[in-house]
């Protein structure tokens, strides 16, 4: 990769992140948000996830910079930190993630494209299904022809989801009635929404995914042009959508109230827009979705992808992951990921429920990266090693960062779901048999665990056995991952 043609800028890198981030899931902000709260509790719900996320994207902008060594990443942050075996559960964890959850942009796509063409359903017919396979073979296609060029494309359709966004925006400022704001401001008029802290709660479930895929330019730092950058796009990333999230959902509440909004069908800015400027409105906000979604669905292929060819060349994932093709392209992670996603694809439409108890416990490990990361700053941060990169007040601003942004980390993790991630380990245990292969491959010059990964292995294991059981039992409700399903990676129709 030493040809800087194939790398990717610092506007292909802030269109990662943003692409990655702002799914179909904002579309719905409005009436996900009005649900269960008034517009007070919104605010603050929006105000705390800032504070939470600005630590994290934080972290991952001191990383980026001051250990641009590590440009494997997310694997790298958690490698470095704690060990290979660390550093394989957080890219197997997040690479299982990503591509099983990544099915719900071809079936959500679908019942998207159904609002023109009414052969495609509610998404969950044979139609629907060819449709989405098309569209998982297509991506694939893009991807194989160069991640640069892949990048270009993510570019110009992270522009093309914008226009909509920032026309309802505008549109929203021009139009709110700003005494219509201060109605009902805590939601103690007409429904009864509980206390502010129940509300606040459950906005945060909303909020909660609203950022996941923030580390996008992290996650193909190794590609980037200047490596420097990979801070800079993420922060501006992060910027660029708190302000769209945040004026999206407050300032809906000037054109209609809390019960109204709250009832209003998905994609609830097209009703809000329509009720602002007619039809026509609504016409651009539900084409602004479907753009949305594949450009959203690219980035999320890209960084799917070269999680496991990241690993590979380190030497913990099956060096075949490894290989690349002429346009620089890591072809073969690329084609097991989309295999991934057709027989899940095909698994979701065969048997739902099944489906969606699995990414509810393959949901909750993207998380786990973002933990580790912000502990890795941490550890680094408070290690008085004299070759340490942060020294003086640069450590002090590293541990605080770390601190708050371990802290966020460990409630994210805890907000989704405990018993998902116990469950995970049912995915981690299968992760040893593709570890030891990668060992086997290495030439076994050391020993496959330390002491204290043996422990973690074993650990793993038997929770696998024990959550199998309890999965098999049907004690598994799949209401939280629902939530990332229709409010995050897509959320343009009802499960």
Same mark, same amino acid.
């Given at each position: 990769?030493?040809?800087?043609?194939?790398?990717?800028?610092?506007?292909?890198?802030?269109?990662?992140?943003?692409?990655?981030?702002?799914?179909?899931?904002?579309?719905?902000?409005?009436?996900?948000?009005?649900?269960?709260?008034?517009?007070?509790?919104?605010?603050?719900?929006?105000?705390?996830?800032?504070?939470?996320?600005?630590?994290?994207?934080?972290?991952?902008?001191?990383?980026?910079?001051?250990?641009?060594?590590?440009?494997?990443?997310?694997?790298?942050?958690?490698?470095?930190?704690?060990?290979?075996?660390?550093?394989?559960?957080?890219?197997?964890?997040?690479?299982?993630?990503?591509?099983?959850?990544?099915?719900?942009?071809?079936?959500?796509?679908?019942?998207?494209?159904?609002?023109?063409?009414?052969?495609?359903?509610?998404?969950?017919?044979?139609?629907?299904?060819?449709?989405?396979?098309?569209?998982?073979?297509?991506?694939?296609?893009? /991807?194989?022809?160069?991640?640069?060029?892949?990048?270009?494309?993510?570019?110009?359709?992270?522009?093309?989801?914008? /226009?909509?966004?920032?026309?309802?925006?505008?549109?929203?400022?021009?139009?709110?009635?700003?005494?219509?704001?201060?109605?009902?401001?805590?939601?103690?008029?007409?429904?009864?929404?509980?206390?502010?802290?129940?509300?606040?709660?459950?906005?945060?479930?909303?909020?909660?995914?609203?950022?996941?895929?923030?580390?996008?330019?992290?996650?193909?730092?190794?590609?980037?042009?200047?490596?420097?950058?990979?801070?800079?796009?993420?922060?501006?990333?992060?910027?660029?959508?708190?302000?769209?999230?945040?004026?999206?959902?407050?300032?809906?509440?000037?054109?209609?109230?809390?019960?109204?909004?709250?009832?209003?069908?998905?994609?609830?800015?097209?009703?809000?827009?329509?009720?602002?400027?007619?039809?026509?409105?609504?016409?651009?906000?539900?084409?602004?979705?479907?753009?949305?979604?594949?450009?959203?669905?690219?980035?999320?292929?890209?960084?799917?992808?070269?999680?496991?060819?990241?690993?590979?060349?380190?030497?913990?994932?099956?060096?075949?992951?490894?290989?690349?093709?002429?346009?620089?392209?890591?072809?073969?992670?690329?084609?097991?990921?989309?295999?991934?996603?057709?027989?899940?694809?095909?698994?979701?439409?065969?048997?739902?429920?099944?489906?969606?108890?699995?990414?509810?416990?393959?949901?909750?490990?993207?998380?786990?990266?973002?933990?580790?990361?912000?502990?890795?700053?941490?550890?680094?941060?408070?290690?008085?090693?004299?070759?340490?990169?942060?020294?003086?007040?640069?450590?002090?601003?590293?541990?605080?960062?770390?601190?708050?942004?371990?802290?966020?980390?460990?409630?994210?993790?805890?907000?989704?779901?405990?018993?998902?991630?116990?469950?995970?380990?049912?995915?981690?245990?299968?992760?040893?048999?593709?570890?030891?292969?990668?060992?086997?491959?290495?030439?076994?010059?050391?020993?496959?665990?330390?002491?204290?990964?043996?422990?973690?292995?074993?650990?793993?294991?038997?929770?696998?056995?024990?959550?199998?059981?309890?999965?098999?039992?049907?004690?598994?409700?799949?209401?939280?991952?629902?939530?990332?399903?229709?409010?995050?990676?897509?959320?343009?129709?009802?499960?």
């Amino acid at each position: 990769m030493t040809d800087n043609t194939k790398k990717v800028g610092f506007i292909g890198l802030v269109s990662i992140v943003l692409g990655s981030m702002l799914g179909g899931g904002v579309f719905n902000l409005p009436s996900n948000m009005a649900q269960g709260a008034a517009l007070g509790a919104v605010i603050i719900a929006w105000i705390i996830t800032g504070f939470g996320m600005f630590f994290l994207a934080q972290t991952f902008k001191l990383l980026s910079d001051h250990r641009p060594d590590l440009s494997s990443g997310i694997y790298s942050y958690a490698a470095e930190g704690f060990g290979r075996y660390i550093g394989f559960n957080s890219a197997w964890g997040y690479w299982l993630s990503a591509a099983i959850g990544n099915v719900s942009f071809a079936v959500l796509m679908m019942e998207a494209l159904g609002y023109f063409f009414p052969v495609f359903a509610t998404g969950n017919n044979w139609q629907s299904v060819l449709g989405g396979s098309i569209l998982i073979w297509g991506m694939n296609i893009l /991807v194989r022809r160069g991640v640069s060029n892949a990048a270009i494309l993510n570019v110009i359709s992270t522009f093309a989801k914008l /226009v909509p966004l920032f026309l309802f925006v505008i549109v929203l400022l021009i139009v709110t009635k700003w005494d219509k704001l201060s109605f009902d401001f805590w939601g103690h008029e007409g429904i009864d929404l509980g206390d502010l802290p129940k509300q606040i709660r459950s906005t945060m479930l909303v909020t909660l995914w609203a950022f996941i895929g923030i580390e996008g330019a992290v996650v193909i730092s190794g590609r980037a042009k200047n490596k420097k950058d990979v801070g800079k796009a993420t922060f501006i990333g992060f910027m660029g959508a708190i302000i769209v999230y945040a004026a999206i959902s407050i300032f809906s509440f000037g054109v209609l109230n809390q019960s109204e909004l709250a009832k209003l069908p998905d994609p609830s800015t097209a009703y809000v827009m329509k009720a602002m400027v007619g039809d026509w409105g609504a016409l651009i906000l539900n084409l602004g979705v479907i753009i949305s979604i594949l450009g959203a669905w690219l980035a999320w292929t890209i960084m799917t992808s070269e999680v496991p060819s990241s690993a590979a060349k380190k030497g913990v994932f099956p060096a075949v992951l490894g290989k690349y093709n002429k346009h620089d392209s890591p072809v073969v992670a690329l084609t097991i990921t989309s295999i991934i996603m057709q027989l899940t694809l095909f698994f979701a439409f065969v048997e739902k429920n099944a489906f969606l108890a699995i990414i509810s416990v393959s949901g909750s490990m993207i998380l786990i990266p973002y933990v580790l990361s912000a502990m890795f700053l941490f550890k680094q941060a408070i290690s008085n090693n004299n070759d340490s990169v942060f020294k003086g007040f640069l450590k002090s601003k590293a541990i605080i960062i770390g601190f708050f942004a371990s802290v966020y980390g460990f409630w994210l993790i805890y907000a989704a779901g405990l018993k998902y991630v116990l469950l995970s380990s049912i995915l981690y245990s299968l992760g040893i048999l593709v570890y030891r292969k990668a060992w086997k491959e290495s030439g076994k010059e050391t020993p496959m665990f330390t002491n204290s990964e043996k422990i973690i292995a074993i650990t793993l294991v038997l929770l696998g056995i024990a959550s199998l059981v309890i999965m098999i039992m049907g004690a598994l409700p799949v209401e939280n991952y629902i939530h990332w399903f229709k409010h995050h990676k897509v959320g343009v129709g009802k499960i």
